[in-house]
């Protein structure tokens, strides 16, 4: 049969499709072709949540830290006695302790980590106010009833708030504590030496939602009054001392006082395993004794706080203008109290059994200086700086990572267990960690 010459045969021929063999060797070709590139894809993908994890935990770690730098440094000019301003509250914190929410939950406190107590006037305005603008129901020493009247216009013309608006006080809705600081000093008493301090008052606003604690006039002079009650308790903590003062002489400033707490927060079930904690601010609330726990930095797995205390290494004091070696061989070989095991408890007397509202720390005071009771010098602060370190570890784990960091990161002197620990996940994570040491030169 003769071969089909015509147009329509060179048709077909030229639409024949791959034979078996041909199909075999190009799939033979494609798949490791294809594989290469999802192995590429896969591979890539991995990087950019590597890389998407360090930098969050690095952004994480860096606002963190100067967040909680910030309003140290604000609690220093706070008006509150420096020894009840900056508190440790736990070196490497024991397992089982809680702080409560204003819902009554409790929020468990990541075991080994540290706890730091800030107060004074941080978050709000000051205001200030002269001489009349404080009245009281008794002598003005903390034992009655205040009335502080603050002017849109103070009398030594200082502005508090425009005439035609009400001061941010007036949206408290919550009893909160106020600060009414004086001109004049009073003694506090440390290893039963004396020394001046200045003179303040802490006491109890009872705030509610309804405005009727406030009176306002309004003028081309507009007056803000209230009433605080200086004799409650839980204000009178935040006071230089629990013992007599004198009255108020000059009132010159008055402010909301934030006492503040931050904690390694694991949550209200935290479970085993990661638990994801965070570092959180806790406000103390004076009306349920509880906190207004807001978090700041997720995926925190440590935050170890320490103290620089002028001298206490047994070098001559000179105010912290010595830059300061560090040295963690042994107890106080440096000035940073808390970066050994078991120092701040020795040194610091750490409140353990009193989470948080602790009294003042008499240690940041100078208790070398010569005074008497008749004639006492004034107070010189110890405490000149704080040296804070936070661990932030990536969301999620890298099964193949071994790189630093992956089994876990210690600082200071910390006693908190990793998330990698075998005990826990077992698993590798990268980490970052942020230490800065807050300056706290000419602390009041």
Same mark, same amino acid.
């Given at each position: 049969m003769?071969?089909?010459?015509?147009? +329509?045969?060179?048709? +077909?021929?030229?639409?024949?499709?791959?034979?078996? @063999?041909?199909?075999?060797?190009?799939?033979?070709?494609?798949?490791?072709?294809a594989?290469?590139?999802?192995?590429?894809?896969? $591979? $890539?993908?991995?990087?950019?949540?590597?890389?998407?994890?360090?930098?969050?935990? /690095? /952004?994480?770690?860096?606002?963190? !830290?100067?967040?909680?730098?910030?309003? @140290?440094?604000?609690? +220093?000019?706070?008006?509150?006695?420096?020894?009840?301003?900056?508190?440790? @509250?736990?070196?490497?914190?024991?397992?089982?302790?809680?702080?409560?929410?204003?819902?009554?939950?409790?929020?468990?406190?990541?075991?080994?980590?540290?706890?730091?107590?800030?107060r004074g006037v941080i978050l709000g305005e000051k205001f200030? !106010?002269?001489?009349?603008?404080?009245?009281? $129901?008794?002598?003005?020493?903390?034992?009655?009833?205040?009335? !502080?009247? @603050?002017?849109?216009?103070?009398?030594?013309?200082?502005?508090?708030?425009p005439a035609a608006q009400k001061p941010s006080l007036a949206a408290k809705t919550r009893p909160f504590y106020l600060v009414v600081g004086d001109s004049s000093s009073q003694p506090v008493t440390v290893s039963g030496?004396?020394?001046?301090?200045?003179?303040?008052?802490?006491?109890?606003v009872n705030a509610d939602a309804s405005g009727s604690w406030y009176t306002y006039t309004s003028g081309t002079t507009a007056t803000f009054s209230f009433s605080m009650n200086s004799s409650d308790a839980g204000a009178k903590i935040l006071n230089a001392t629990s013992a007599g003062a004198p009255a108020l002489q000059n009132p010159f400033v008055c402010g909301v006082v934030d006492d503040i707490v931050f904690f390694v927060d694991e949550g209200t079930s935290p479970g085993s395993g990661d638990t994801h904690p965070t570092l959180a601010m806790a406000t103390f609330d004076p009306s349920t004794s509880n906190y207004?726990?807001?978090?700041?930095?997720?995926?925190?797995?440590?935050?170890?706080?320490?103290?620089?205390?002028?001298?206490?290494?047994?070098?001559?004091?000179? #105010?912290?203008s010595d830059p300061v070696t560090v040295n963690i061989t042994g107890s106080n070989k440096d000035e940073w109290v808390g970066n050994v095991a078991g120092e701040t408890d020795a040194s610091l007397g750490t409140p353990a059994a009193a989470i948080p509202r602790a009294a003042a720390v008499d240690a940041f005071l100078d208790t070398s200086v010569a005074t008497s009771d008749t004639a006492p010098?004034?107070?010189?602060?110890?405490?000149?700086?704080?040296?804070?370190?936070?661990?932030?570890?990536?969301?999620?784990?890298?099964?193949?990572?071994? #790189?630093?960091?992956?089994?876990?990161?210690?600082?200071?002197?910390?006693?908190?267990?990793?998330?990698?620990?075998?005990?826990?996940t077992g698993r590798p994570y990268r980490r970052r960690v942020q230490s800065l040491a807050v300056s706290l030169r000419n602390f009041q």
């Open positions: 003769r071969a089909d010459r015509s147009p +329509r045969g060179a048709e +077909r021929r030229s639409e024949r499709g791959f034979t078996l @063999i041909e199909a075999i060797v190009t799939l033979g070709v494609m798949v490791p072709v594989l290469g590139l999802f192995s590429l894809l896969d $591979s $890539s993908n991995r990087i950019s949540k590597q890389e998407s994890n360090v930098a969050q935990a /690095q /952004q994480a770690s860096r606002g963190g !830290i100067y967040e909680v730098a910030r309003m @140290i440094r604000q609690a +220093r000019v706070g008006q509150l006695y420096y020894g009840s301003a900056v508190l440790p @509250i736990y070196d490497n914190a024991p397992a089982g302790k809680t702080l409560k929410d204003l819902s009554g939950a409790e929020h468990v406190i990541r075991q080994g980590t540290d706890v730091v107590e800030v200030t !106010i002269t001489t009349g603008d404080v009245t009281c $129901s008794g002598n003005c020493d903390g034992t009655s009833q205040m009335t !502080i009247t @603050i002017r849109s216009t103070a009398t030594n013309g200082a502005v508090n708030y030496k004396t020394y001046l301090v200045p003179l303040y008052y802490v006491g109890l207004d726990i807001q978090p700041l930095v997720e995926e925190v797995e440590d935050f170890q706080v320490a103290y620089g205390v002028d001298g206490a290494d047994g070098s001559a004091l000179d #105010g912290g010098e004034l107070a010189r602060p110890l405490l000149r700086s704080i040296w804070l370190s936070l661990v932030v570890k990536s969301k999620d784990p890298e099964m193949k990572y071994s #790189g630093p960091g992956a089994t876990g990161v210690i600082t200071l002197d910390s006693g908190a267990k990793s998330m990698s620990d075998p005990s826990i």
